[in-house]
């Protein structure tokens, strides 16, 4: 009885939290805000580092072209192709 009891219990919670008829963030765009602000503060960091040997100055170049590359959450663009399976053998039936 306590199982159904505290299953009616979170099932209230979650309805008052999430109402029918609300409209929810879009997640892919939180997501990106998210990941570019996190990208800015890595950048700011490893500006910070002072460098003066050869390995640190390239490690630091490493860093700005990644955190220079497009974005994870970047579209791909559709492949309308589909792939078509190759014929059966004749002895396979």
């Known amino acids: 009885m306590f199982v159904v009891v505290r299953s ?6 979650a309805y008052l939290v999430i109402k029918p008829g609300v409209d929810l963030p879009d997640g892919n765009a ?14 700011e960091q490893v500006t910070a580092i002072q460098c003066t ?21 970047a579209p791909i663009p559709p492949n309308n192709s589909v792939p078509v399976p190759r014929p059966r053998l004749d002895r396979a039936g």
Do not use: H, M
Not at 8 to 13: Q, S
Not at 32 to 38: N, S, Y
Not at 53 to 73: N, R, Y
């Open 8 to 13: 009616v219990f979170w099932l209230t919670a």
């Open 30 to 43: 939180v997501a990106r805000l998210a990941l570019d602000a996190g990208k800015q503060v890595v950048a």
């Open 53 to 73: 040997s050869f390995e640190c100055i390239g490690g630091k170049a490493v860093a700005a072209a990644v955190l220079a590359s497009p974005s994870v959450g």
